[in-house]
């Protein structure tokens, strides 16, 4: 399994859902997930994300856009809901809303981008707005676009091969020039091509939302667990490729994928409660590449009951059984200055990696990570997913210590 960019949507209208801080844990241990994105401002999921490192995205609940619109509210919404959290929770964008401009009540949307304005405000009142983008004041503040692009519901028998990433003959669009050979990338460059109409190439897009139903009603084709296992699988390996699409070559893509649990009190279609990856138990509905391979099998004789979810197979620890974090060779320089950012943030001890420290030369992101990195690791208790920091640290019965730089 390769570390990427792959999210979830984190769902609750369930009422046989697992505790947050276990699905927390489980996330963290068994899944190369590194990020979700939550529908409110849950205060028990919030917490549980704390000191996972694991990239939150809270949406504020479409109820509450006319209260943002005045400043007191959001204030008071953003000092309650938000700050208490920050740093220990990565919290890194709030939405305001969603599907807006679909819902009946014309008051919301004509609250929207006031909500936005005012809601940015409050942050930066408190500090927070460099640490937390929105949705808005996309261009200014280097926020993406996040749209929730769904093939299931645009696909026909005809157009199944196209919306599963089958191979298949294409469709050519006139308007671009451009051959398209599943739809996903069709939907994305589209969003792109307005875009670029109204001058805002520039922003980034990010897929907030997609999936494909496990269970659909009587007669509904090709709506089962093959067929959300196959776009599920498919789609993660496309959005991580590197390849892009036709008019955004050479990228991948942030992916939630919608989403986490099933969840057995949405009203509408069977299709509605049939969307996650996963059981209430947190065994898997059906298997896609999002598992750990280097983590023990999630049957029955390796849970749990106490914890709810597997058991992790132990560190080896040779020499005394003292062991170090560092970071992988080749990791991104950008992941590791997240790391230290996010380390420091914290508030661990990172003096002797600012200039004149002891450990502040090398100076360079490589070296000053692995004094973080590490630091954290030894703190939390030297536990395996206390090294993971997305997939770019490992474990090492080899002190990094030299010269007056001790570990």
């Given amino acids: 399994v390769v570390e990427g960019n792959i999210g979830v ?7 046989n859902l697992p505790p947050p801080s276990q699905v927390a844990r489980f996330l963290l241990d068994n899944t190369i997930i590194n990020r979700v994105k939550i529908y409110d401002a849950n205060q028990e999921i919030l917490q549980a994300f704390a000191h996972t490192g694991i990239q939150v995205t809270v949406a504020v609940p479409n109820n509450l856009i006319p209260h943002l ?8 919404w953003v000092k309650t809901n938000i700050a208490p959290h920050v740093p220990a929770t990565n919290i890194v964008r709030i939405l305001v809303g969603n599907e807006v401009l679909s819902t009946t009540d014309h008051s919301i949307a004509s609250h929207l981008v006031l909500a936005m304005q005012t809601l940015h405000v409050a942050l930066v009142g408190l500090d927070l707005d460099r640490r937390i983008k929105l949705l808005g ?3 200014a503040t280097g926020s993406p676009f996040m749209i929730n692009s769904y093939p299931f519901f645009g696909y026909s028998g005809d157009t199944l091969d196209y919306a599963m990433f089958r191979p298949n003959s294409g469709v050519f669009d006139d308007m671009s020039n451009q051959k398209y050979t599943n739809m996903l990338d069709a939907q994305l460059d589209a969003t792109y091509s307005a875009m670029k109409q109204l001058g805002f190439e520039d922003i980034e897009i990010v897929i907030a939302e997609t999936g494909w139903p ?3 009603d009587p007669g509904q084709a090709h709506v089962d667990t093959e067929s959300a296992r196959e776009f599920n699988g498919n789609l993660i390996k496309h959005v991580m490729s590197g390849l892009g699409t036709p008019l955004m070559p050479n990228k991948t893509f942030e992916t939630y994928i919608f989403a986490l ?3 057995n009190l949405k009203p509408g279609p069977t299709s509605e409660r049939n969307f996650g990856l996963f059981k209430p138990d947190m065994t898997p509905v059906y298997h896609v590449d999002i598992l750990r391979h280097n983590v023990e099998s999630t049957s029955p004789s390796n849970w749990n009951p106490d914890r709810g979810v597997p058991v992790r197979s132990p560190v080896p620890k040779p020499n005394g059984g003292k062991t170090w974090c560092i970071p992988k060779i080749g990791a991104s320089e950008k992941i590791l200055q997240a790391n230290i950012d996010y380390v420091c943030g914290l508030g661990f001890d990172c003096q002797p990696i600012h200039e004149g420290g002891r450990c502040f030369y090398p100076n360079s992101v490589h ?3 692995t004094y973080a990195m590490n630091v954290y690791y030894q703190a939390t208790g030297r536990h395996v997913y206390d090294c993971d920091f997305r997939g770019t640290g490992t474990i090492t019965p080899s002190n990094p210590s030299y010269g007056r730089c001790k570990y």
């Avoid at 949507?9 to 009422?15: H, I, K, L, P, R």
């Avoid at 619109?69 to 008071?76: G, I, P, R």
């Fill in 69 to 76: 619109a005045h400043l007191k509210y959001s204030q008071q």
């Fill in 137 to 139: 004041f996309l261009q």
């Fill in 261 to 263: 649990f099933n969840e």
């Fill in 214 to 216: 496990s269970k659909g």
């Fill in 9 to 15: 949507n984190y769902g609750t209208v369930a009422d």
């Fill in 367 to 369: 070296a000053h990570a």
